[in-house]
């Protein structure tokens, strides 16, 4: 676990800046072959690879700016040096040239065209998935008077606080699905053992959500029975995920009436929360907290179902 934590942290810088690593990895790629390599013209094809990348990662729209780039910095070559042929422009070496241009440039408009309407397809997955989650937790949480929606508001900060905390997709993703499923999750581990393996591609957003929202719920069905006012919380080994969910959930648990105390305003929750800053609950979460309670769109208890 330890090894693999700056693996995913490198995935994560390398995928969020993906267009200036790109650009800097082809340039050195392309200086790298005319410095090196003598038979310049053989390794035109070497340019193919970095083109379906581009196209996979980046759409159709980078990977046609990528092609027109490396098309130009190829063709200035030619100009000042040539390319195992004379330097200039002329009918041959526009001959030789011209047709790999434009194939290259094609291969990653097709690439890319291709990926997005893999991702299109993935998104429309991943949307009916989510929704169908809402409906399940309002069903479930329709028995109970003072529930309903519960999961669904404190789904939408614990992913509001995420995006606050700079997280990364991917994490938000994870905390949105396991504040939804927070509620059973942790009182039937059956829940758990289904969304661990329900899915197998781990390529797949769907999936990776649902393992991801596997690992939080679990790990919160035992929070308060690690923090408490002998320990600082920063020093505990619990993900940042599971102390953004229980920030959430103390807050949304709050704003709701129960048997024995009436609903906290908005604001008197938050102060409560905030007094456990430190001891019961991540400072970090809580700051965000702060900043997320003032959007309107973010914490209204009312909000109702919301399918993207």
């Given at each position: 676990?330890?090894?693999?934590?700056?693996l995913?942290?490198?995935?994560?810088?390398f995928?969020?800046?993906?267009?200036r690593?790109?650009v800097?990895l082809?340039?050195?790629?392309?200086?790298?072959i005319?410095a090196?390599?003598?038979?310049?013209?053989?390794?035109?094809?070497?340019?193919?690879?970095p083109?379906i990348?581009?196209?996979?990662?980046?759409?159709?729209r980078?990977?046609?700016?990528a092609?027109?780039?490396?098309?130009?910095?190829?063709?200035?070559?030619?100009?000042?040096?040539?390319?195992?042929?004379?330097?200039?422009?002329?009918?041959?070496?526009?001959l030789?040239?011209?047709?790999?241009?434009?194939f290259l440039?094609l291969?990653?408009?097709?690439?890319g065209?291709?990926?997005?309407?893999?991702?299109?397809?993935?998104?429309?997955?991943k949307?009916?998935?989510?929704?169908?989650?809402?409906?399940?937790?309002?069903h479930?949480?329709?028995a109970?008077?003072?529930?309903?929606?519960?999961?669904?508001?404190?789904a939408?900060?614990a992913?509001?606080?995420?995006?606050?905390?700079?997280?990364?997709?991917?994490d938000v993703?994870?905390l949105?699905?396991?504040?939804?499923?927070?509620?059973?999750?942790?009182?039937d581990?059956?829940?758990l053992?289904?969304?661990?393996?329900?899915?197998?591609?781990?390529?797949?957003?769907v999936?990776?959500?649902?393992r991801?929202?596997?690992?939080?719920?679990?790990?919160?069905?035992?929070?308060y029975?690690?923090?408490?006012?002998?320990?600082d919380i920063?020093?505990?080994?619990?993900?940042?995920?599971?102390?953004i969910?229980?920030?959430?959930?103390?807050?949304?648990?709050?704003?709701?009436?129960?048997?024995v105390?009436?609903?906290?305003?908005?604001?008197?929750?938050?102060?409560?929360?905030?007094?456990?800053?430190?001891?019961?609950f991540?400072?970090?979460?809580?700051?965000?907290?702060?900043?997320?309670?003032?959007?309107?769109?973010?914490?209204?208890?009312?909000a109702?179902?919301?399918?993207?």
């Amino acid at each position: 676990m330890a090894q693999s934590r700056p693996l995913e942290r490198a995935k994560v810088f390398f995928f969020r800046h993906f267009e200036r690593v790109f650009v800097l990895l082809l340039v050195l790629a392309m200086v790298a072959i005319h410095a090196l390599v003598e038979q310049k013209f053989a390794f035109l094809s070497f340019y193919y690879l970095p083109m379906i990348l581009a196209g996979f990662y980046g759409g159709r729209r980078f990977a046609v700016m990528a092609g027109v780039f490396v098309v130009s910095l190829i063709f200035f070559y030619q100009y000042v040096q040539g390319l195992d042929m004379l330097p200039g422009f002329y009918p041959d070496a526009l001959l030789a040239l011209g047709p790999w241009a434009g194939f290259l440039i094609l291969t990653g408009y097709v690439v890319g065209g291709l990926a997005e309407q893999r991702e299109a397809r993935l998104a429309e997955v991943k949307n009916a998935y989510m929704a169908t989650l809402e409906l399940l937790t309002y069903h479930i949480e329709s028995a109970e008077r003072n529930q309903q929606g519960h999961s669904n508001r404190v789904a939408e900060v614990a992913a509001a606080i995420g995006r606050e905390l700079k997280l990364a997709e991917v994490d938000v993703e994870n905390l949105r699905v396991a504040a939804l499923l927070h509620e059973v999750g942790t009182r039937d581990h059956r829940l758990l053992r289904l969304l661990s393996r329900s899915v197998t591609g781990s390529s797949v957003g769907v999936a990776r959500a649902m393992r991801g929202a596997a690992e939080i719920i679990g790990e919160y069905g035992h929070y308060y029975e690690i923090v408490g006012e002998d320990w600082d919380i920063e020093a505990l080994p619990l993900p940042v995920t599971v102390k953004i969910l229980a920030v959430a959930d103390a807050f949304e648990t709050l704003q709701m009436a129960t048997p024995v105390r009436p609903a906290f305003p908005k604001w008197t929750a938050l102060e409560e929360v905030e007094k456990g800053a430190g001891k019961t609950f991540a400072k970090d979460a809580v700051r965000a907290l702060r900043s997320v309670a003032g959007r309107p769109e973010a914490a209204a208890p009312e909000a109702g179902l919301r399918v993207v």
